[in-house]
């Protein structure tokens, strides 16, 4: 079950959105004096069925600190949407491994070397989600385990690791539209340095 923090973040996302209640409602023709079963209708929330392919994809300058390196970490997931249902599949979440190029340099009396590690900045451990009205999909993920780039850092021939320290993770939530097929829910570029998550509709 997602944790307080979370769903805290899922809750703030779906204030945002707005979020559409079902229920009923009186008819206001000409024909409302009648009393029979028309005079109340139930008005269903009806959902295409419909497959995401969801990525992650983050692109970091200079973790280093000390050359211009490129850290870069990616993970990937599918998403079910059926009668309103939103169903991540465990078998679906996809963390792919950290990785740095170029791997060493130096600059000056410095010199770095990146220590490899199988985690990295985005580890997908869970995602859970909720239908918000017709055009917002909110999901919360779980993030285990997340870790800073670390680097065996030198000076004058002095060395000592820095980094690998706790991270929560990258991303926490996010929304999208179902009835795009192809969007960027989040996207940020920076110098030498990017953050996005694209989504795609299968059917």
Known sequence: MPS???WHILFAILLVSGY????CSKNSGPGNGNKNDSDTILHR???DSAKFYVTFDLSIAKT???FNDTFDDRASMIIYIVNGVVKVPHDSLLNVPPFVFPASGSSGSWSATWIPDNIGEINITDASGLVAGDTTVAIALTQTGAVSPNWNVCFLGSCSPTGNAASPGWPLAFTFNPKLQSQYPF??????SSWSIWCYKDY
Not at 187 to 192: A, N
């Open 4 to 6: 307080p923090n979370r």
């Open 45 to 47: 929330k009806t959902y």
């Open 20 to 23: 559409s209640l079902v229920g």
């Open 187 to 192: 996207k940020l570029e920076q110098p030498g």
């Open 64 to 66: 280093s600190g000390v």
